[in-house]
């Protein structure tokens, strides 16, 4: 641990993009030494719930400065280096970023799992697919990926998110390819099956704006980084059909249409491989470096893979949110698989323009992801985390309400404003749940979003079993039937309940104990508290006294943690890179 105190300017190059993000945002500069952090996380600890004054209140003194020079971030940071606010039009180092290499990277993977959707009626043919290896072939694209989440999850927490999400997306890039070589059912299938294994890059994008950014914006941050990323899923139905008329065009390449289809797979492949390059070569695991360099220098601890993966299985809120997720992005991936095909039959529609419509679905990612996660962040401000819980629900049984009256639109002008409405619910809901999956666990934050992640991909497989594989079902049967599961499966979300917030129908626990510090500290053992490998824990519990509410954590009432503690303890030293 360096002993040295540094400070750190984090009002340098605001100016590179358009700041969206709480407060501090005019660049306050922090000083930040080790010799103080256990005095001020033990002052922060002894705040409890009930509004009891904090038994020291610490500032560091002006006065301490750092014979070394300046650690520069390019935007404001709380005491874990993670980014304040959202600089959108930047591409610095390291939020930044990283922002934008882990949307776009799950960008195009959505692209490649989704590829196929609309070119099915040309594919079909060349195939002689039936409906239900269609229906198969629907199922392996998100069945894949349920394993890869999961393990994906314990890799970030291991190695890192570098490394875990370029490993996702080099390794599952060869089967993009091999789709244009598929001669049969089962191969199509498969190819389905294993490139669905690159959409475990949502884990990595969850874990990593988790990392980067502080809690006040970290809905946001999640919301508009998985909604961009979701976006794939509707480029797909724009993007392959043009890229097959191109391919297929007399005037230009003049392949057959068995030809063009399998040629316009080599673009998403090579895209693919270009990003796994840049991902593992040009980002940071954490704002501070690398996990390999910080368990050099000592700034990291390696931890016990038994026990983080303990920790984030035994927390039944883990699994509660996977089983929420699954049927609003579970609910997300089924329409992506169908939608296009269902316009195509039931409107008479070309396959581009029935491309177009179901585009419209994953587009609105673009603002419906970003809304779902900015809006619990906004009614959490206010109403804390039981605010996210009561947004959560009303979105998702919206979500099931609109997918009911779907099929019920007999024009195709009503069916597309049913469908964007439908779109903001359904995705608006996703973004809600991925704003609550951070604050599940700090010490296992990458296995609670691996399984939680999975829980998406499990709920389409078992939508599109259930609902779009038998020939006996209608599509318009099955899209009223997926409405009422996903209506009746969102009320679990009333069974989570933390401590120190509350629930939706029950309030926080009045015991005095009952803190962010003890929710977070339980994670840990006494002897890893000796050796100190639960500080970042107990930082993360300080940044997320805000999930009270503002009647909380008002300085009035006393639940403001160290409310004279501008500036804050840090035990470790970002790289310069």
């Not at 874990?207 to 899923?233: E, H, K, R, Y």
Request: charged fraction near 15%.
């Amino acid at each position: 641990m360096d002993k040295h105190s540094h400070n750190v300017n984090v009002n340098d190059n605001l100016s590179h993009g358009i700041g969206i993000g709480s407060d501090n945002s005019d660049g306050e500069e922090y000083n930040s030494a080790s010799d103080f952090e256990d005095l001020a996380l033990d002052a922060a600890a002894s705040t409890n719930h009930a509004g009891q004054k904090p038994s020291a209140s610490i500032e560091v003194p002006d006065a301490i400065i750092s014979p070394d020079p300046p650690i520069k971030f390019p935007l404001p940071v709380d005491s874990e280096f993670k980014a304040k606010r959202i600089a959108l039009f930047s591409f610095a180092q390291p939020h930044m970023r990283s922002f934008h290499i882990s949307w776009f990277s799950f960008f195009i993977c959505f692209l490649s799992s989704f590829a196929a959707a609309p070119l099915l009626p040309v594919i079909r043919d060349n195939l002689n697919l039936r409906k239900e290896e269609i229906g198969q072939a629907g199922i392996a694209s998100v069945c894949g990926s349920i394993a890869s989440r999961l393990v994906m999850g314990f890799a970030c927490d291991i190695v890192g998110p570098r490394y875990a999400g370029a490993c996702a997306i080099l390794l599952t890039a060869p089967a993009v390819f091999y789709m244009a070589t598929v001669s049969t059912a089962t191969g199509f299938i498969l190819c389905r099956f294993f490139i669905g294994f690159s959409l475990a890059t949502f884990v990595t994008c969850q874990f990593w704006m988790s990392s980067m950014f502080s809690s006040p914006i970290v809905g946001l941050a999640t919301g508009i980084t998985s909604g961009c990323g979701n976006l794939g899923g509707g480029a797909a139905q724009i993007i392959m059909p043009v890229l097959f008329d191109v391919l297929s065009n007399r005037s230009l390449f003049g392949a057959s249409r068995f030809t063009a289809w399998r040629l316009s797979f080599f673009i998403p492949g090579t895209i693919q491989v270009l990003m796994g390059i840049i991902m593992l070569t040009s980002t940071r695991d954490t704002p501070l470096g690398n996990y390999r360099q910080l368990r050099k220098t000592g700034d990291r601890m390696k931890d016990s893979y038994v026990k983080v993966i303990i920790n984030g299985a035994k927390n039944y809120r883990t699994w509660v949110l996977g089983m929420i997720y699954g049927f609003c992005f579970g609910v997300e991936l089924t329409i992506d698989n169908v939608i296009a095909e269902y316009f195509y039959d039931k409107f008479q529609l070309t396959l581009f323009v029935a491309g177009v419509v179901a585009s419209l679905f994953g587009l609105a990612n673009f603002i419906t992801r970003p809304f779902g996660g900015a809006l619990s962040d906004f009614v959490a401000h206010r109403f804390g985390m039981r605010g996210r819980l009561w947004v959560l629900w009303i979105l998702q049984t919206l979500c099931g309400v609109f997918c009911i009256i779907l099929p019920r639109a007999n024009g195709l002008g009503p069916a597309v404003v049913v469908l964007l409405i439908f779109a903001i619910f359904c995705e608006g809901a996703g973004g809600a749940t991925t704003s609550v999956i951070p604050f599940i666990s700090r010490r296992s934050l990458g296995i609670v979003s691996g399984i939680s992640g999975a829980g998406g991909n499990v709920g389409a497989m078992l939508l599109q079993l259930l609902f779009f594989t038998n020939p006996s079902i209608t599509m318009d049967t099955g899209l009223t039937s997926m409405g009422i599961m996903s209506m009746c499966c969102t009320l679990v979300v009333f069974t989570v309940y933390f401590p120190q917030w509350g629930g939706m129908l029950c309030g926080p626990s009045s015991k005095a104990d009952v803190t962010e510090e003890s929710y977070y500290g339980r994670e840990w053992s006494s002897q890893e508290e000796s050796m100190g490998m639960h500080h970042a824990s107990m930082k993360f519990a300080h940044n997320s006294k805000g999930e009270r509410g503002r009647r909380k954590t008002s300085p009035a009432d006393g639940g403001e943690v160290l409310p004279s503690l501008t500036r804050v303890a840090s035990y470790a030293t970002p790289p310069h890179n």
